[in-house]
């Protein structure tokens, strides 16, 4: 009996362990997959994990090292080869939430649940500002994304040249994810474009007549004329009655541009001597693109423009960026003059 109730107490303390180490294994696993392993500085604020296009499995390690954003990477790193995301690395931009696991963001992470960037375009004068706009905020190689706008091939098969290649992206807020690259930026921004130019407008361009390309053109200069939105259609009504009668536009705006130097306040007569197709003081017509990216309520007031017989324009002497406008030559040299005393008086060059 003694021997049966020995081995009985024998076998009774190896299930015992067993179950101790059993627990001890689940409650290991439980603790690698389920216990809260992310951090943040803040917990009020937002923390990305950014993983490049060639990233592979230890890219991803390190970057959680160097963001500090990480608990133990070591215990990420056992439940990632356990469930072998390891071997399914995706690119993209990652929120990481303060207290997130290690199963919830490796789940994250596989199923390439990025966050959304929210890219505003706004205020853009330049390609070149477009470009670093878009490098910044996407995983879009600016460089790559100026040879597009600048290769005439590229740009024909959006139905634009090089000069008119800003025109397809419309100043708005648009929704993409960050591991989107040039090529699929620049189709993105022609389904948005396509959508922008509705048939309306497109009818109401035509009516002027102008193209969709012309009518931003247009409209890029006026919004370098003056950040007043209400003198929008009357100096788009002057500009287009220039353009029906064949005087030349004549818009300082032009002038910089050609010069690269907004910081032109007094555009002189040396000035008008710039040799280039933007100088429209030079050559009649519209210049061969933009020299800015236009609003949508800049390019609207071109189509919405005011019917009147205003050719001339200059601004006033109060300096305060409104326009004196006027239908004769000799009442335009009136404005001009008081214009050029206000400046004058203040110095301005």
């Known amino acids: 009996m003694a021997e049966k109730a020995g081995k009985g107490h024998k076998a009774f303390r190896i299930v015992t362990t067993l179950l101790i180490v059993l627990v001890a294994v689940v409650m290991s696993i439980l603790y690698i997959f389920v216990a809260p392993n992310v951090r943040t500085a803040e917990a ?61 963001l490796i789940r994250k992470l596989r199923n390439g649940a990025q966050e959304p960037v929210k890219l505003v375009i706004n205020n853009i004068r330049t390609r070149e500002q477009l470009a670093a706009l878009v490098s910044r905020e996407l995983m879009t190689d600016s460089a790559s994304f100026i040879n597009m706008l600048n290769n005439d091939t590229v740009m024909t098969g959006y139905g634009l040249t090089t000069a008119t290649a800003v025109t397809l992206f419309i100043p708005n807020t648009y929704e993409l994810y960050w591991n989107t690259d040039a090529g699929e930026f620049m189709d993105r921004m022609k389904k948005e474009y396509n959508r922008f130019w509705t048939t309306e407008r497109i009818a109401k361009a035509s009516a002027i007549p102008m193209t969709a390309a012309e009518v931003m053109t247009l409209a890029s200069i006026i919004e370098e004329e003056t950040n007043k939105r209400h003198e929008y259609p009357v100096i788009a009504g002057l500009y287009i009655n220039r353009l029906k009668i064949g005087m030349p536009l004549q818009a300082c705006p032009t002038i910089r541009f050609a010069l690269n130097d907004y910081t032109i306040k007094r555009v002189l007569f040396g000035h008008l001597k710039t040799e280039s197709p933007y100088n429209t003081y030079k050559y009649k017509g519209l210049p061969p693109g933009p020299i800015r990216l236009p609003s949508i309520v800049c390019i609207d007031a071109v189509l919405n423009h005011e019917k009147h017989d205003f050719l001339f324009m200059t601004a006033k002497e109060s300096l305060n960026g409104e326009h004196n406008f006027a239908k004769t030559g000799e009442e335009h040299m009136r404005n001009a003059r008081n214009y050029q005393k206000a400046l004058d008086e203040r110095g301005i060059r």
């Open 44 to 104: 009020d604020q937002k923390h990305y994990l950014y993983i490049h296009e060639k990233d592979n499995f230890e890219d991803v390690l390190e970057h959680l090292r160097e963001g500090d954003a990480m608990v133990n990477t070591g215990t990420f790193s056992l439940a990632a080869r356990l469930i072998r995301y390891d071997k399914r690395v995706r690119p993209g931009k990652y929120l990481l939430a303060d207290g997130m696991s290690n199963l919830t």
